[in-house]
């Protein structure tokens, strides 16, 4: 489906532009003071507003980002049997699991990748690399696509939206209150807000949004496993396990872009702390799917 970039992009640059600009505006500095304390109501407040409007916009710019950005191909007609066969296959699986048809598209990467994005369960899409269409096998591409479905229909990425939502107001507040700690407390300023607050408040928020990400990408690690299941249960266990097992014969697979990349069906493999991972190892995935109870 869509690694230290789980809606971070995006995300996070708009977080980080909001700061500044209400900084700029003055918004910060009526916001924060209350009297001589701190105006914890109205920045928590504030930060759950832009909170989760700064992920929900990200969530609604998806379709466009991904269409746009990776130059995706959407498969308004067919043009030949592959592209008739994955519209097909998409539309079939989409109407076992109760979804609307997502739109399908093609993105030109030689690595063998999909994705799937979109503002609700009923308004999505569904995109693969022209590498996974030579790389796999019909039946292997067939279990990828229902990994896709699998996200769509699970709601991941509402879901992902929610919880970015919840993390940015956190972020917000924290680095807020660290900024009037720093400011009032440690710097002593008795005359408004001074450059302590600003420049602890950017600097913490910058921290704090490191911190979000290792979280968000932990859910989305969790998610994966449901996705695996979701696409052996539409198109047979045997192939999303040849369908894992092909993308380890891969070396190195590059990573999608931006926040696609928490919801592509393989994972960096970085030599990294896994935290920094949006995906599980493949051979995890395989070994917990192999387990898996699934007819």
């Known amino acids: 489906m869509f690694r230290v970039i789980i809606f971070a992009a995006a995300n996070l640059g708009i977080l980080l532009v909001m700061g500044v600009v209400f900084q ?6 009526w916001l924060v003071q209350s009297g001589t304390g701190f105006n914890t109501a109205g920045v928590l407040a504030f930060a759950a507003c832009f909170g989760f409007g700064g992920a929900f916009i990200s969530l609604a710019l998806s379709k466009f980002m991904a269409k746009r950005g990776m130059g995706v191909q959407m498969i308004t007609t067919p043009g030949n049997a592959q592209e008739r066969w994955l519209v097909d296959t998409v539309h079939r699986q989409a109407k076992k699991v109760g979804i609307d048809a997502p739109e399908v ?9 999909a994705f799937a994005t979109g503002m609700t369960r009923n308004r999505s899409l569904v995109a693969v690399s022209t590498g996974l269409l030579n790389t796999m096998s019909q039946a292997e591409v ?3 696509l229902g990994h896709e479905v699998a996200h769509v229909a699970n709601g991941d990425m509402i879901t992902m939206a929610l919880l970015q939502g919840l993390l940015n107001t956190f972020v917000i507040f924290l680095s807020r209150l660290a900024g009037f700690f720093v400011d009032k407390v440690i710097l002593k300023n008795q005359r408004g ?7 602890t408040s950017i600097i913490a928020q910058i921290f704090l949004s490191c911190i979000a990400t290792v979280i968000a990408l ?21 192939n999303m396990i040849n369908a894992l097992k092909k ?6 697979p590059e990573d999608l872009p931006g926040e696609f990349a928490a919801f592509g069906i393989s ?28 007819l």
Request: net charge positive; glycine share 10%.
């Open 24 to 29: 700029l505006i003055g918004l910060d500095i």
């Open 105 to 113: 598209g093609i993105f030109q990467q030689p690595q063998p990748n």
């Open 142 to 144: 067939e279990a990828v």
């Open 193 to 199: 807000l001074g450059m302590g607050y600003f420049i």
């Open 218 to 238: 932990w859910f989305s690690r969790r998610r994966e496993f449901r996705a695996d299941e979701g696409g052996a249960r539409l198109a047979g266990k045997q």
């Open 247 to 252: 993308l380890q014969q891969v070396q190195a």
């Open 267 to 294: 994972g960096s493999r970085s030599s990294i702390s896994q935290l920094f991972l949006s995906h599980p190892p493949l051979a995890q995935r395989i070994e917990t799917l192999q387990r898996a109870q699934i």
